[in-house]
């Protein structure tokens, strides 16, 4: 009687399965596209925020730095979290296969976003009060502060986010589960370009250049001038108003070619399997 190479004992045994393994992450690994970018991006995104950061620090006296810390970092959530919000709710209908039901009952595609958005912004809406209560407490920083601006300012990112979300969503329709890693990082990859926790000025000219087309980036740097005594830029508010038109018609245009293109070719059932 032959015993399975699986339930083998001894050293070398131990070894063929832990060989096993490695290769079995390997060969998932090396064809993940996706996995490929996550692994490279984060560090990526780490080394230009904190780098850019430290000579924004450098530059400045630090009690106006910390504010304009606060503030970012409370107007970010903001954007982070509706895209979040919108795309997190959609894999949500993937996990728990219930995306086919969906798309097989009278609901359109757009009462089915309509109702992510509404309740993704209700969350987003506890979320950023829940932080705000928590730097004017912890540190005296109010979300006040920034004025009439803050309207402005909380409607561009927002519908920022929700043109991201959308985007993700229509990746994840046209090419499957496996790009739902996107959802999770789409908004991190706006961040450098959004100039978030720093200024324009200290990004080469490249990246400046490619921030203007950025609505989140009016945004902050507007957030910086305000904080430190200056005027709105409404005109600069207004731009980014119209960029984040520009997002959300091709973030629906996205996802209306990728639903199309699952239908035509019969992708959808792949979410109820």
Known sequence: MTTSPLLASGAGASRRRIWGIILRDFYAFRGNTPRW?????????????????????QANAMSAAVSAL???????QVLYRSQGEL????????????????????VTVREYLTGLVLFGSFK????????????????????????????????????MGWALGVFAIAVVVRFGASAQVLAWILSFVFQPFSAV????????????????????????????????????DWGALAAAAGLDLV?????????AYALRHAREHGKLSRFGD
């Not at 997002?247 to 996802?255: E, I, P, R």
């Open 124 to 159: 987003m809406a506890v979320s950023a009060a829940a932080m705000g209560g928590l730097a004017l407490l912890m540190f005296g920083f109010g979300l006040f502060s920034m004025g009439p601006a803050l309207v402005p300012y909380m409607v561009v990112l927002i519908v």
């Open 87 to 106: 795309s997190l709710a959609f894999l949500d209908d993937i996990w728990s296969r219930n995306l086919v039901n969906l798309f097989v009952t009278p």
């Open 70 to 76: 606060l503030g970012a970092t409370l107007l970010w």
């Open 197 to 232: 926790f720093y200024p324009l000025s200290v990004l080469p000219q490249a990246l400046q250049t490619a921030s203007r087309a950025v609505p989140a980036s009016y945004v902050f740097e507007s957030m910086r001038t305000v904080l430190a005594g200056g005027a709105i």
């Open 37 to 57: 970018i996550e692994t490279i991006f984060w560090p990526t995104l780490e080394l230009i925020i904190w780098g850019s950061v430290s000579l924004y620090l």
């Open 247 to 255: 997002y959300v018609a091709l973030a629906l245009a996205f996802l």
